[in-house]
């Protein structure tokens, strides 16, 4: 197969609807195992061989449901709060202040990411802590592209990643009652950050990502439980020690650093050897529920990154 080579997405838009549906319908096609079918659309570029680990043959959760069930605090602990809530957001301006151990520390402005890089759509799974699960179709490009750029130095081991602060917008930050500690912080080892899955997105289903989702740039790493994705990020920093990161600052026995999804290690108040599905219809018992599978479904491409580790133990 000819590698993938995703269209080039201007600044001023990502992939109108129409091209983006109809990508998706060929891609239908291919997965079929037609090179071509009769009455397909004509394409720009063939687009056919998206390598298979960037892709699924899962059944996409529906936009309405990835758009208006969310965790994003910020907003409010309610799965509905952050579409209720995070149209108060302003995107733009934004930029992202990389630091810490790089030769080139700088503050990258979102209009240059979204004109400098080339962004590909990812089917993902994405698995919450709380044993929950969607099929997500990102739009990003790896981090490993924006790390090339700042160049890390040799004593750089870690990557620690920070959320906007706005309480004025952000009405979860506001008030008397605060759910986390603010920012939201996260962190993932450099190699971790680095591999191939892992993507910063700028958009789901076609299109700009919803405030709700965590525009304008949210990290996506599709191994490691939901609440590793951060959400509007305006700080990247590389340190030589593991950053602190937010859930496992409020409860060290329940969320780890790592937290790569692991159905052999429960959470202390829950199972997670099994999953719900988003929007997939669940039996009289609330069953039909899917086997949670190890690493998400991504052990062949990030196992290795984790030799050594006991895999029964909770990291
Ligand atoms: N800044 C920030 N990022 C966040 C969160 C949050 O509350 N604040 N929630 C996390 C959790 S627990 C999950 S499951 C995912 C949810 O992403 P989604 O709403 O786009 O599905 O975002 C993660 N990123
Ligand atoms: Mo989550």
Redesign the pocket.
Known sequence: MSSYRPPHIPSSEITPKSVYLRRREFMGVAAGGLAMAAGAPALAAPLAAIPTKYTLDEKLTSKED?TTY?????FGTGKDD?AKNAGSLTTRPWTIEVDGLVAKPQVIDIETIMANYTMEERVYR?R?VEAWS?VIPWIGFPLASLLDQVEPLGSAKYVAFE?LVRPEEMQGQAGIFQALDWP?VEGLRLDEARHPLTILATGLYGETLPN???APIRLVVPWKY??K????IVKITLTEEEPPTTWNKAAPNEYGFYANVNPAVDHPRWSQATERRIGEAEGLFGGARINTLPFNGYADEVASLYEGMDLTKFY
Not at 70 to 74: A, R, S, V
């Open positions: 990835v969310n965790n994003f605090y910020e952050p994405m919450c969607m959320t939201y709700q989702n965590g939901g609440f994705g951060i959400k509007s």
